[in-house]
């Protein structure tokens, strides 16, 4: 079949545009520089079709190369930032993170759910507490997070139904909940009081704590959340200290959402 030929899936499925896409998504922060070879064996492409579809990137600005190794440029960045822009959400939450960070001393940060992950829309980070950077655009699995666990309560039956029988529950730490049944236990307590708090899951020493942000129709869109260093606060501490500002910030975003314009207020 010809790369350009639609596929079995239907004939809006153009094939050459998903093999491409795979090619940029082998590069990760463990794949900073892939070679032809590395490449073909991510995607499952042959050599020749990922040589092409590498070369054709480098063509438009996407990648570079120096003649063995590729990378990623910056430009794959106007990717993403064509969605973010498009977006009220990341622009009206900022101000509010900026405000409650400053009031509490401590990171906060806004994300969305993506598939299996949540993914960081907006950010303000006091203190870096984690192994790994957060940035816009960054994604955990939605399973071992607080704000994970705030958008996973909000699902409808059959859209939680559907993650909890694709998603992967790959235990992080000794306290991720790893089993469906765990997991479901804690969303039903996270929806019945309105907030989400992880103890460790994600990562030994991290606690966090996430309250839910809903659209004009009360439908749970994104989340805001807290995170502090577990050496340095109790649960019983974050949830009178934290929760109130974090909620009152919850509750500040929405407002500013409803008030947005209906063509500004997307947010994915």
């Not at 509750?251 to 314009?261: F, G, H, K, V, Y």
Request: proline share 3%.
């Amino acid at each position: 079949m010809d790369e350009g030929e639609v596929t079995e899936r239907g004939a809006h499925h153009v094939q050459s545009l998903e093999r491409g896409l795979a090619v940029i998504k082998a590069f990760n922060a463990d794949a900073a520089e892939l070679t032809l070879s590395d490449v073909a064996r991510s995607t499952g492409l042959t050599r020749a079709a990922a040589r092409r579809f590498l070369l054709t990137l480098v063509d438009l600005g996407y990648v570079r190369t120096d003649g063995k190794y590729f990378s990623l440029t910056a430009r794959v960045l106007e990717l993403g930032y064509s969605y973010l822009s498009s977006l009220s959400l990341p622009e009206v939450a900022q101000p509010h993170l900026e405000r409650l960070s400053a009031e509490v001393h401590e990171s906060s940060s806004v994300s969305v759910l993506e598939g299996m992950d949540i993914v960081y829309v907006a950010r303000v980070a006091v203190s870096r507490i984690m192994t790994v950077s957060i940035n816009v655009g960054t994604r955990f699995p939605a399973h071992a997070t607080s704000m994970g666990h705030v958008l996973l309560a909000g699902l409808d039956d059959a859209d939680l139904r559907d993650y909890l029988a694709g998603a992967k529950l790959d235990k992080l730490t000794a306290r991720t909940k790893s089993r469906p049944e765990e997991l479901l236990a804690e969303l039903v307590r996270v929806y019945e009081q309105g907030y989400a708090m992880v103890d460790q899951e994600l990562e030994e020493g991290l606690r966090s704590i996430a309250a839910p942000i809903r659209d004009r129709q009360g439908k749970v869109v994104a989340a805001v959340n807290l995170s502090t260093h577990a050496s340095r606060t109790t649960r019983e501490s974050v949830e009178q200290e934290l929760l109130p500002p974090l909620l009152a910030a919850a509750r500040a975003i929405e407002t500013d959402l409803a008030s947005a314009p209906p063509t500004r207020a997307r947010h994915g």
